[in-house]
Nanobody, 121 residues
């Protein structure tokens, strides 16, 4: 069965950093594009970053230059390094295993439980 387990969230002051991890099982990890989403109360779940097995990366405009997505296929894990955090980054962060079609990330049906990121001003 598919499992996605996010970790690494927490409370941090504005300007600080966090590193999120998502460990995947039940999939052929190297065959999937992976992505990070986030959702805060009252907002839609938004795509933050995606990365294919071949290393094609896309970021939302709001995080470009601050966040870095990477993956370790040997560990079946995708990471999100978050620097220069802002209060607007406060959200629950989720990972997803999907695919990239016509340069657009298409999410799969499985989501992790999410990890809370809270950035104080």
């Amino acid at each position: 069965q598919v499992q996605l387990v996010e970790s690494g969230g927490g409370l941090v002051q504005a300007g600080g950093s966090l590193r999120l991890s998502c460990a995947a099982s039940g999939i052929v990890f190297s065959s999937n594009a992976m992505a990070w989403y986030r959702q805060s109360p009252g907002n839609q779940r938004e795509l933050v970053a995606s990365i294919t097995s071949g290393g094609t990366i896309n970021y939302a405009d709001s995080v470009k230059g601050r966040f870095t997505v990477s993956r370790d296929n040997a560990k079946n894990t995708v990471y999100l390094q978050m620097n220069s955090l802002e209060p607007e980054d406060t959200a629950v962060y989720y990972c997803n295993a999907g695919l990239l079609r016509n340069r657009i990330f298409v999410p799969g049906k499985y989501w992790g439980q999410g990890t809370q990121v809270t950035v104080s001003s």
